[in-house]
């Protein structure tokens, strides 16, 4: 079985940063595209960022700038780098990752972590 172990979220002043870290643990034998998806009070959930298995990388024109996705595969995690945080990125953060169903790899599993709250404010 393959789950996501989210870390990293918090309370922070607005300006400030955090570090949102995504490991995917289990059974598999790729990660494909890893994302992370964000939701607010009384808000859909959106995608905020991307990242394929070959490093191409997708933001949210309200993050640009600020935020940045990575990966380190040999430790089988992504993160979120957020940066001049504002009180509108308040939210549970949530990652999603596409993983090839082992051991054949012939669909792709749709796998969440159970989210993590980022919380902006002074």
């Known amino acids: 079985q393959v789950q996501l172990v989210e870390s990293g979220g918090g309370l922070v002043q607005p300006g400030g940063s955090l570090r949102l870290s995504c490991v995917v643990t289990?059974?598999?034998?790729?990660?494909?595209?890893v994302a992370w998806y964000r939701q607010a009070n009384g808000k859909r959930r959106e995608l905020v960022a991307s990242i394929t298995s070959d490093g191409d990388t997708d933001l949210v024109d309200s993050v640009k700038g600020r935020f940045a996705i990575s990966r380190d595969d040999a430790k089988n995690a992504v993160y979120l780098q957020m940066e001049s945080l504002k009180p509108e990125d308040t939210a549970i953060y949530y990652c999603?990752?596409?993983?090839?169903?082992?051991?054949?790899?012939?669909?792709?599993?749709?796998?969440w972590g159970q989210g993590t709250q980022v919380t902006v404010s002074s």
């Open positions: 289990g059974t598999f034998f790729a990660i494909n595209t």
């Open positions: 999603n990752a596409r993983v090839p169903e082992p051991p054949h790899g012939n669909y792709e599993l749709d796998v």
